[in-house]
């Protein structure tokens, strides 16, 4: 048996070529995804300005719940504890300090507060932070010139920054803050971090500036940490140590840690679920084309376990191949989007990846197991056929589907109704993006499986028109007609492209277009003011003359049942005249600390109405239970919940926001766009959503090259026929395009239908509307596929046509 297969595979190496290719790019693919699961399971942050201090103690960052399941019949119960990280920095009070301080062995205890805090033009390395200069010893930061700060208006810069901004000890900067003003430098530290910018000022102003008065973010310590945790046993307060102290510096890390791993597994399997369609695809087209040499086996008395055998021995050769080079491939990959992330915000700067074998190990694994079951998978039906009927089966291929294949299909359609059904019902973008993805893969197995019942009914519709050309026209349906799988196997790489292309695509436009449309329509201030505009200057425009109202704006995400939900804090007076948020049930006119008003989304959610109590933890972790006043229609645009400002200002770390003005707005003050309101963080989701998906969608783009150029390149010995028996060159090329054409159609036709059903039932979930496609990125898609089909197509036909006829029929087939 293996040297059949090596014969085989050293005498077919173009067929072969194109499964090797697939193989090669899925096994890259999954590597990439594996070290970003690794990456997001054990990776660390390195710290930075908590470098300096062994032990670090800070709030905690955690919600945390416990579950307990009753079993009755005198088992035990189950206790189940979760826990899930808050949007904002936990505060300490400054009476856990001394705590610290009084524990044996420990030494060194500094307290830091730490508040956002930008000097000039803010141009510097990731976040500025301001701090009091007591907490200098954390990193440790020294002085190079001048001395501390003492008096309310100093300050004590770092290095990079002096030298970026051409400060030195005498100059005065304005620092923007909560509480902007101008503040004279009097030193500059000969140290400066990489990832963040350091402002020092006097521990009485950072105080006054954090607006967190008798409390502090962290508290650094030398000696044992197991006395620290002795010591703060019984408060809020958790202890790090290690590169644990990165976590604790770094809040956005453990946001993208949990990001990386529901990432990395939702790519990594919706890779390898793609890889599996389009090796089947691809090893599909090959034993198509082996079809006669596969009969004259069975002929000769090989039984269809031994040709199954063969094909599945020839894969597992092809994937030990494919696996490991793939696998290599992935490294960089993995790196890549390590890069992109970075660029976009989304992982911290300092979080390296974690190299390890073992992602490398199951992309290949994972490759040979695909490669084995796609051949598997498409040689039953060729291993199946009788030995009476196998060389005339070889020489005119049969276009039925079989029965076993239809059934798949129709039950695979049934699957792909019923997840399209759980799509329309779920509200949460975290349910409803790996759903939607995986509804427009399940839709395009279907069709795949009945592949070759759409295509003889495409063939008999496409037949019409292509018939009105003599030549060309009228030899593309003879073809189309008698290659029905043929035309299958190069329809569903396509169609997958265009499908996933456009579901990936225009679910983002689909969320974006409805939460700017609520936005653009619920604002009906005449001016939008922003971003980081401080409460004082926002009381400020209250005062001018001509101004009716004014609403600030805040921004944050709080914990319900420890699920993540959007809120915003807005001004309750004079609210009506700036914002409209489509008031269903209540009123907003009670808006205050102790009430609530919830969007009609999540109402239906936490199965809340007006005058019931809804029990929340604030970005700080801070626990409150207000009372709903109101539901309204417009979640998208303007959060899930609305609280009063000033409740929800005391709980976030930089308490500046956007201010909406009614009347006349005064003259120089930086304006914003009211789409703005929901788009920034919309857009930095969908930005990150497409560099991911890119990939999966660089891979089907691929494999339309890979199959179309296999199917094209096959077809040598009909181009040089079709030349003995008078056909031109021009006419054969003539034909090609119009068979390109009517694949094009095809696949365009399946891949919109697929994007559009599963969009529709998208939208219906998490917008309540229609889809929101652009009809002119529609079409783009639509000509991207069109082009990549007309190359895979001309190149490998013009080369197929390189040779003299005669030689070409005279060559072994």
């Not at 090596?6 to 990439?32: E, M, Q, V």
């Not at 092809?318 to 696998?327: D, E, S």
């Not at 019923?418 to 799509?423: F, G, S």
């Not at 974006?512 to 449309?517: D, L």
């Amino acid at each position: 048996m293996l040297w059949l297969v090596l014969s085989t595979l050293r005498h077919r190496k173009a067929g072969f070529a194109g499964a090797f290719a697939a193989l090669l790019c899925a096994a890259a693919l999954i590597c990439a995804c594996g070290v970003l699961l690794d990456t997001g399971l054990r990776g660390s942050v390195r710290p930075e300005r908590y470098a300096g201090a062994p032990v670090v103690v800070t709030g905690d960052q955690f919600v945390h719940k416990t579950i307990v399941k009753k079993k009755g019949g005198g088992k035990k119960d189950k206790v189940k504890h979760k826990a899930k990280a808050i949007a904002e920095r936990a505060w300490l009070p400054a009476s856990v300090a001394e705590r610290v301080r009084t524990a044996p062995g420990v030494r060194d205890v500094v307290t830091e507060v730490s508040f956002p805090a930008e000097l000039g033009a803010g141009s510097g390395p990731g976040e500025s932070w301001g701090h009091g200069w007591e907490s200098a010893a954390l990193t440790p930061f020294t002085l190079r010139d001048g001395r501390a700060p003492r008096a309310d208006d100093e300050i004590v810069v770092d290095a990079a920054t002096a030298r970026r901004d051409g400060l030195r000890v005498g100059s005065r900067v304005r620092v923007a803050s909560a509480l902007p003003g101008a503040y004279r430098v009097v030193g500059v530290t000969g140290q400066s971090l990489e990832h963040q910018t350091a402002v020092f000022f006097s521990t009485a102003e950072a105080a006054r500036l954090s607006g967190h008065a008798g409390q502090v973010t962290a508290i650094g310590a030398h000696g044992s940490a197991r006395a620290v945790e002795d010591a703060v046993r019984g408060t809020a307060a958790t202890v790090h140590t290690g590169t644990d102290r990165g976590r604790a510096e770094f809040l956005g890390a453990e946001k993208s840690r949990i990001k990386l791993i529901s990432m990395g597994g939702a790519l990594g399997g919706t890779a390898l679920l793609v890889a599996v369609l389009v090796v089947c695809g691809t090893f599909a087209l090959s034993v198509q084309q082996r079809e006669r040499e596969i009969a004259l086996l069975r002929a000769v008395a090989a039984t269809p376990r031994q040709v199954r055998r063969m094909i599945g021995h020839e894969a597992l050769l092809v994937g030990l191949a494919a696996g490991p080079l793939g696998a290599a491939a992935g490294l960089p990959v993995a790196f890549w989007l390590r890069d992109r992330f970075r660029g976009l915000g989304a992982l911290p700067p300092n979080l390296d990846l974690v190299v390890s074998p073992f992602p490398p190990l199951a992309a290949a694994l994972a490759t040979l197991a695909a490669a084995f079951a796609a051949a598997r998978i498409t040689a039953r039906r060729t291993a199946r056929i009788r030995p009476v009927e196998a060389l005339g089966d070889a020489a005119l291929s049969r276009g039925g589907s079989g029965v076993l294949r239809t059934s798949a299909g129709l039950l695979t359609t049934a699957g792909a109704v019923v997840l399209t059904i759980v799509l329309s019902n779920l509200r949460t973008e975290a349910a409803a993006g790996p759903v939607t993805v995986l509804t427009a893969i399940v839709w395009t197995v279907a069709a795949a499986l009945l592949g070759p019942a759409i295509a003889r009914a495409a063939v008999a519709v496409a037949a019409v028109p292509l018939r009105l050309s003599p030549v060309g026209g009228h030899l593309a349906a003879a073809n189309l007609r008698a290659g029905a799988r043929r035309l299958a196997s190069v329809v569903t790489p396509l169609t997958l492209m265009i499908g996933l292309t456009a579901t990936i695509l225009f679910v983002q436009t689909t969320m974006g277009g409805a939460a700017t449309s609520q936005a653009d329509d619920g604002i009906v201030a005449a001016h939008v003011a922003g971003p980081k505009i401080p409460h004082d200057a926002a009381e400020r425009i209250r005062r001018t003359p001509g101004v009716t109202a004014v609403t600030e704006v805040l921004h944050s995400t709080v914990r319900v049942n420890l699920e993540n939900y959007g809120v915003q804090g807005v001004t309750p007076d004079g609210l009506d005249r700036t914002m409209d948020l489509d008031v269903r049930a209540g009123s907003l006119a009670g808006l205050n600390a102790s009430t609530i008003a919830v969007s009609a989304t999540a109402a239906d959610r936490l199965d809340v109405r007006p005058g019931d109590r809804l029990a929340l933890t604030l970005g700080d972790g801070t626990p409150i239970e207000p009372t709903v006043i109101a539901v309204y229609g417009r979640g998208l645009g303007f959060g899930d919940l609305t609280v009063a400002r000033d409740l929800l200002a005391a709980h976030v770390d930089d308490p500046r926001g956007t201010v909406l003005i009614a009347g006349t707005a005064p003259a120089g003050i930086p304006t914003a766009d009211p789409g703005t309101l929901a788009a920034d963080t919309a857009s930095a989701n969908a930005e990150v959503n497409y560099v991911a998906m890119a990939l999966i969608i660089a891979f089907t783009a691929i494999a339309v090259v890979n199959t179309l150029a296999m199917s094209t390149a096959d077809r040598a010995r009909e181009f040089a026929l079709l030349r003995l028996a008078g056909a031109t060159k021009r006419q054969i090329m003539r034909m090609l395009g119009w068979e390109t054409l009517a694949v094009v159609a095809v696949a365009a036709v399946l891949g919109t239908a697929i994007a559009l059903a599963t969009l529709a039932a998208f939208g219906a979930g998490m917008t309540g509307g229609a889809p929101h496609v652009p009809p002119l990125a529609l079409l783009g898609v639509l000509a991207w596929g069109a082009a990549l089909a007309g190359i895979a197509t001309a190149l490998p036909a013009r080369l197929a046509m390189a040779t003299r006829p005669a030689e070409t029929i005279s060559t072994r087939e």
